[in-house]
């Protein structure tokens, strides 16, 4: 789909060496004296200045530059990724110097030896693991059938995220002590927009949180290095041990910050992912029948219609909202000049978003993802787990589980929700901002 009016777009050929359009500093203080998101400023500078716009948000760093626009996008994730750089990640206090967080030559090394995990031949090691995940699951969702209870589909979803990386971690399915225990992940998530700047602080508010985070890892790491291999055999946490015998830079510490990185990116965000598919199609049930209808259970039409529903899921509702950078040196985007240091944001939720881009996109229709020309072509355009070297690791895993998940309990079930949240939460993840009470019809 293209059009001339592209209000996420850059505004035709622009001068090289260009400043940026900023948005006008009253409209950032009447946004900030009403307590708005980030995300209604940054969706008033795209409609306003289009795809690479500044805003100062009071930073003390000047300006900061919002980046949705395809060619911009890829400019700075995925052509010249060495001049936007992380410079910590939000949930460092959680993670810390896990992948997502990392920099450098130490991230390089930690992701080329995540990333033969999560390859094609790599992730024919999980199959049994999600597909054991998803069989408990169903199983549960057809207890509540029977019996009517009323069961959280937020909370269902969490469930299954987490039984499913913790069998790839350790081989074990999750048992109901550790999910209780790692309840204070979801808890430290929930809590990272509001904690205190300070990192001691910050640390300090949930410090009893990450106390349990840190005890059950423990277990996990002792365990595998007695060699407690679960039922489907080694998972990725004996990976990481067997690197610690020749990488001396994998300590306990980076261990168990690596298996914390993948317990909080393994679930957190397909359980967001699936718990929001549910309230999509509450309102589109129409889309559910239709993916039902393209064939048999197992056939290719099936499957291809039902990852259909998560990549419109995941339109709306991008994995990661906003990817924050650093421009390491001076720079040209797209002609506008960026300054050293400049604090840039990457948005995909708006450039999923960008009705320049989509047509009718605040429509639910998984058929963009399965009809040829239904969807823009530009990279750029579609990024819901990032793109370029910093890409999601976990997007082919994160994509399968959800698919196998979705094939189990589409057919026979339908979720009647009691109530349906408001309005989203955005912190790591883009979250439904209350509880998903329903009962299966």
Not at 100 to 122: M, N
Not at 218 to 242: F, K, N, T
Not at 275 to 299: F, H, I, K, V
Request: hydrophobic share 40%; with cysteine.
């Amino acid at each position: 789909m293209s059009t001339d009016a592209r209000p996420g777009r850059l505004p035709g050929p622009v001068p090289a060496d260009r400043r940026v359009p900023e948005l006008d500093p009253a409209l950032v203080a009447e946004w900030r004296a009403g307590g708005g998101q980030p995300v209604d400023l940054f969706t008033l500078a795209r409609e306003r200045l289009g795809g690479i716009a500044a805003l100062d948000l009071g930073s003390g760093s000047g300006p900061t530059v919002l980046v949705t626009a395809p060619e911009a996008v890829r400019h700075v994730l995925a052509l010249h990724p060495d001049r936007y750089v992380k410079r910590s990640h939000r949930a460092r206090l959680l993670i810390g110097d896990g992948v997502l967080a990392a920099t450098g030559d130490a991230w390089q090394r930690q992701r080329r030896l995540l990333q033969s995990q999560f390859t094609g031949p790599g992730m024919r090691r999980y199959e049994r693991r999600i597909t054991g995940a998803a069989r408990t699951a169903a199983e549960r969702w057809a207890g509540y059938a029977r019996t009517g209870r009323v069961f959280d589909v937020g909370d269902e979803m969490r469930r299954f995220a987490l039984d499913t990386i913790w069998r790839s971690l350790t081989g074990h399915p999750l048992d109901p002590a550790t999910e209780r225990e790692l309840g204070a992940v979801a808890h430290v998530v929930a809590e990272l927009p509001g904690l205190p700047a300070d990192g001691g602080a910050a640390r300090g508010a949930v410090a009893a949180e990450l106390a349990r985070i840190d005890a059950v890892a423990s277990r996990a790491i002792e365990a595998a290095r007695d060699g407690a291999a679960g039922p489907d055999g080694p998972g990725l946490l004996h990976v990481l041990l067997d690197a610690a015998g020749t990488r001396p830079e994998y300590t306990d510490r980076l261990i168990r910050d690596e298996l914390v990185t993948l317990l909080v990116a393994g679930h957190e965000t397909t359980a967001s992912t699936l718990t929001w598919l549910y309230l999509l199609l509450d309102r589109n049930p129409g889309a559910r029948e239709r993916a039902l209808a393209t064939g048999p259970e197992g056939s290719d039409g099936r499957r291809q219609a039902v990852q259909a529903l998560v990549h419109e899921t995941l339109r709306f509702y991008p994995s990661a909202w906003i990817l924050p950078r650093s421009a390491a040196r001076e720079d040209v985007l797209c002609g506008y000049r960026i300054a050293a240091g400049t604090d840039v944001v990457v948005c995909p939720y708006l450039t999923h978003r960008d009705p320049g881009l989509w047509e009718d996109p605040g429509r639910f229709d998984p058929e963009r993802f399965t009809v040829p020309g239904r969807r823009p072509a530009e990279p750029g355009s579609y990024l819901p787990f990032g793109m370029g070297p910093r890409a999601c690791l976990g997007l082919r895993f994160a994509l399968r589980e959800s698919t196998v998940l979705l094939e189990h309990l589409l057919p026979d079930h339908t979720p009647r929700f009691r109530s349906v949240p408001e309005g989203a939460a955005y912190s790591i993840t883009v979250r439904p901002d209350g509880p998903t009470p329903a009962t299966l019809g």
